[in-house]
């Protein structure tokens, strides 16, 4: 099984500043089943990537992902207060999802 | 547009089971697969399960094996899942979502609560 590891629980930010978030896939995963959600307390998740870089439909540009081997990264480029979030990864493999740990982004 | 409506909240006893159900509207059904994730109080997203609505295959987390059925009804473009055996750890927020690869589109999650 496929561990996702997002090894910072917490970033502690202000608005405008930039925000990169890692996730480290256990062993080589393709790129085309990566995803990133936000996820706010009484919501349901909103995706934001998939396929590691594609932005979802209306999901603003500030948001980007890449991808390098096993390593994921989400970047928000100038956080807006609406972005202060838990970040989740989560890859697809064998008729199954496999999230991490998510990545608090709180502001300082 | 698509949506996803789960059912409301429920309140079962240690030992009993749920059934939740998860209506699509804004797409055709059979089309697309159903996920259903979890999130317990204060902890991330759990991955449950997921079903293929056209021909119901399904296939679940191994931590939910033995516990968990999810069936579909394409007269009423449904999903359901039935966890049984609940325990306080049951005790969490389901969601469905669409997709195989992701999820683009999520229900907006039912409550289950287990206590005696």
């Known amino acids: 099984e496929i561990v996702l590891t997002q090894s910072l629980g917490t970033l502690s930010l202000s608005p405008g500043e930039r925000a990169t978030l890692s996730c480290r896939a256990s062993?080589?995963?393709?790129?085309?089943?990566l995803a990133w959600y936000q996820k706010k307390p009484g919501q349901a998740p909103r995706l934001l990537i998939h396929?590691?870089?594609r932005r979802a439909t209306g999901i603003p540009d500030r948001f980007s992902g890449s991808a390098s081997g096993t390593d994921f990264t989400l970047t928000i480029s100038r956080l807006e207060p609406e972005d202060f979030a838990v970040y989740y990864c989560q890859q697809y493999g064998s008729s199954a999802w496999t999230f991490g740990q998510g990545t608090k982004v709180e502001i300082k | 547009q698509v949506q996803l409506v789960q059912s409301g909240a429920e309140v079962k006893k240690p030992g009993a089971s749920v059934k939740l159900s998860c209506k699509s509207s804004g797409y055709t059904f059979t089309s697309a697969y159903i996920h259903w994730v979890r999130q317990a109080p204060g902890q991330g997203l759990e991955w449950v399960g997921i079903i293929n609505p056209s021909g119901g295959s399904t296939n679940y987390a191994q931590k939910f094996q033995g516990r968990v059925t999810m069936t579909s009804d394409t007269s009423t473009s449904t999903v359901y899942m039935e966890l049984s055996s609940l325990g306080s750890e049951d005790t969490a927020v389901y969601y469905c979502?669409?997709?195989?690869?992701?999820?683009?589109?999520w229900g907006q999650g039912t409550l289950v609560t287990v206590s005696s």
């Open positions: 979502a669409r997709g195989l690869f992701f999820g683009d589109y």
């Open positions: 062993q080589s995963i393709t790129s085309t089943y």
């Open positions: 396929g590691a870089s």
